[in-house]
Each structure stands twice: as structure tokens, then as C-alpha cells.
């Protein structure tokens, strides 16, 4: 059974950090790109940053110089270390494959809350 378990969000204070943390069952995870997506009520799921196999990564301009995305192969896990944030990165945080959804269509984790708020 494929799944993808997120960890890591909570409260956070603006100009704070989190780490967030993916790890998924099944080696099968290792050969294709990762991706951290994240959700706000009433707005579409967006991709937030992306890592490949071999450890390239792609950021959205939203995040870009404050998030960074890795994974350990060995783990079968992906983060997202997030500094610098707003309050405007309060959502759920979703990983991925990217494209997502490859291994298994349709399938999303249940996502981790990250609320920045003084």
C-alpha cells in the first residue's frame, strides 16, 4: 500500500522556521521527482518546490530564497525546511510525487498545518 505521511507543520511566528518532513512507503518513491504542495481553503492546491531523483530542485517565486526541499533516498523521506516565513505560507502542506499522484491516481496524504500568525 502506497503512502506518503506528512509531519512537521504547527505555529509559527512570522520571520520563524519549520521543517517539514515526508516519508513515504515503498522504495518505488526514489526514481521519481518529490514535490511539496500546499493548500488554502477556497484556492487551488499549488506546487511549492520540487526535487528530483538526483537532488535538482525548482521553487516557486512565492518561496524562492526562503524554502528549501531535500531527500534522503535512504529514508525514502523528503523536507522542506522553511525560514523567513509569512503569513502568508499558512496552509496545508501536501508532498508528492510531481507530476503528483503517479504512483497512485487520486492519492494525496492527509497534509500537515502550517499556521504562521503572531
Known amino acids: 500500500q502506497v503512502q506518503l505521511v506528512e509531519s512537521g507543520g504547527g505555529l509559527a511566528q512570522p520571520g520563524g522556521s519549520l521543517r517539514l518532513s515526508c516519508a513515504a512507503s515503498g522504495s518505488i518513491f526514489r526514481i521519481y521527482p518529490m514535490g511539496w504542495y500546499r493548500e488554502v481553503p477556497g484556492k487551488q492546491r499549488e506546487l511549492v518546490a520540487t526535487?528530483?531523483?538526483?537532488?535538482?530542485?525548482f521553487y516557486a517565486d512565492s518561496v524562492k530564497g526562503r524554502f528549501a526541499i531535500s531527500r534522503d533516498n535512504a529514508k525514502n523521506t523528503v523536507y522542506l525546511q522553511m525560514n523567513s516565513l509569512k503569513p502568508e505560507d499558512t496552509a496545508v502542506y501536501y508532498c508528492n510525487t510531481h507530476p503528483p499522484a503517479i504512483v497512485t491516481p487520486g492519492y494525496w496524504g492527509q497534509g500537515t498545518q502550517v499556521t504562521v500568525s503572531s
Open positions: 526535487v528530483t531523483s538526483g537532488g535538482s530542485t
